[in-house]
């Protein structure tokens, strides 16, 4: 054997050597033991503390307002999405007390008329309806309705009057446009209201300047149509 | 196994072997594995990774029995933002804009065929009215979070590993081992990750680690007030996310991107990206 290659070889041990050392003393403990990261990491990311308890733990003690509550139309809204975060509380009832809000603007975060919140979901004019009465003085929370039930149209249509009521048509009742016999009311399937069937009934409104109303040239705009086939009259543009 | 060795001589019946002899055999074998189970365990349990024992220890959650992923409903999404309020407490992110772990976009599609994203403060000071409102085409809000992806873009360009995907899908980071590069953040296609202004690391959407394996729902799901938000196991046929998944036509956000998210959309508008 060469005089060189013994030399080598003792050179390559040692660097093979100071490179596996290396590696020992610069890997962090756990590291690589589940994929190729520290796995004691995902133990102490798994024991942040909680703040938001879960509606389970508010039944634990404050049950008939939780059953009250599962039968309304909020039950599918959790208890701290009104009363804030609530693991405190919990944990410490008398010391720590969850908010309970009598503001008007936790209401309107959700309940503020916004176009682009989905169509039919309940929605007030801020300004119109009720300025500065607290919500919670004709609603219940818990299980919160309108303070007249439903009537006539609006008690099986629900969605069509919530998006009328903030849209441009809301002074119009549904009887303007829709013709609707006596019998809909108990057999609604078999006999039906009506839609309006001539572009000239739109025209009462849409074609006559003195109304106010936007108006359109009906000789020229777009023949070949009546008007709902184009534009939604319960939630007409430029709302 | 000894059956298994056991099976080419049953078979002719001829050929079996007086008694004693498969009794030696059938011992010899057993001793052969003994030892070799004595002497290899160490090289055969560190070959094969078997699941760590510490997590079963120290409680019943067992990390590799759980795939979790998310649903999102956009014709629920009343854009609130509760959710980006929740996730804030629950999480300790600040609370200056840029620093979300989920947000809320507005997308405003015009007549004219343009398009307009906006999130002031991820949603959480509410969205204005619309101006030119005649000229909307349609209009609607977009809950947005880390996607969670099955083939990360954000893991793969960590240079430290600090950043990973859990055994049960989870894409988290290890503040304690992150060196704050911010290469996650430029890799990460859909905006979901950002640096901790305080600790200096990358922060993102945990799925609420901490909560999903004590049995919670993440935060975000908790708060949300119309169910847009759907939680749960991917594997598992009886989950509400399961029948989330059977009942609506789904996407993903950049499916052309391969990176497989397991965040599922519902009554997505193809113009968000």
């Known amino acids: 054997m060469p005089q060189q290659v013994p030399r080598l070889l003792a050179v390559f041990a040692v660097v093979i050597a100071a490179l596996i050392v290396a590696r020992r003393v610069l890997t962090p403990p756990t590291f690589g033991e589940l994929g190729h990261y520290r796995a004691v990491a995902v133990d102490s990311i798994a024991a942040r503390p909680v703040k938001y308890a879960g509606r389970r733990a508010c039944a634990a003690c404050h049950s008939p307002v939780v059953e009250q509550h599962a039968g309304g139309n909020h039950a599918g809204v959790s208890c701290e999405v009104c009363h804030g975060p609530a693991a405190a509380h919990v944990a410490a009832p008398l010391d720590t007390k969850p908010v309970i809000s009598r503001d008007r603007a936790l209401c309107e975060r959700c309940h503020a008329f916004n176009p682009s919140r989905p169509l039919g979901f309940a929605q007030i004019d801020t300004v119109m309806h009720n300025p500065r009465m607290p919500c919670i003085g004709c609603h219940r929370p818990h299980t919160p309705e309108p303070p007249v039930a439903p009537q006539d149209c609006s008690a099986c249509h629900g969605q069509f009057a919530r998006q009328k009521a903030v849209s441009r048509h809301a002074a119009l009742a549904c009887e303007t446009c829709h013709e609707t016999p006596v019998e809909h009311r108990t057999n609604p399937r078999a006999i039906r209201p009506t839609k309006p069937t001539t572009r000239a009934f739109c025209g009462q409104c849409h074609g006559s300047p003195d109304t106010g109303a936007p108006q359109v040239d009906l000789r020229t705009h777009n023949q070949s149509y009546v008007c709902w086939q184009c534009h939604y009259p319960h939630y007409p543009e430029a709302n | ?273």
């Not at chain 2, 999480?91 to 200056?96: A, W």
Request: with cysteine.
């Open chain 2, 1 to 273: 196994m000894p059956d298994a060795h056991d099976m080419p001589d049953s078979w002719p019946r001829e050929a079996e072997p007086p008694k004693e002899v498969r009794v030696d055999r059938r011992a010899f074998l057993a001793n052969l594995l003994a030892a070799a189970a004595a002497a290899g365990s160490p090289i055969l349990l560190g070959a094969v990774r078997l699941p760590r024992l510490a997590a079963q220890d120290d409680g019943p959650y067992d990390a590799s029995e759980h795939y979790y992923g998310i649903g999102l409903d956009v014709n629920k999404c009343i854009g609130c933002a509760r959710c980006v309020a929740a996730c804030k407490t629950e999480n300790d992110v600040p609370l200056e804009p840029h620093y979300f772990n989920t947000w809320i976009e507005r997308y405003i599609l015009r007549t004219d065929g343009s398009v307009e994203v906006e999130s002031p403060n991820g949603g959480l000071d509410g969205f204005a009215g619309i101006e030119n409102a005649g000229t909307v085409l349609r209009t609607f809000f977009v809950p947005k979070l880390c996607n969670h992806c099955e083939n990360p873009p954000c893991v793969q360009v960590c240079p430290v590993g600090a950043t990973f995907v859990s055994q049960d899908g989870v894409v988290l980071v290890d503040e304690d081992y992150c060196v704050g590069c911010r290469y996650c953040i430029q890799a990460c296609p859909y905006g979901a990750r950002y640096l901790h202004p305080e600790k200096r690391v990358a922060g993102k959407c945990t799925f609420c680690y901490h909560r999903i394996t004590k049995g919670l729902v993440p935060a975000c799901v908790e708060a949300c007030p119309t169910g847009a938000r759907v939680f749960g196991e991917l594997e598992n046929r009886a989950t509400p996310l399961a029948r989330f998944m059977r009942f609506n036509d789904l996407q993903v956000l950049k499916p052309n991107l391969n990176t497989k998210p397991k965040a599922y959309y519902a009554n997505l508008d193809y113009e968000v990206r």
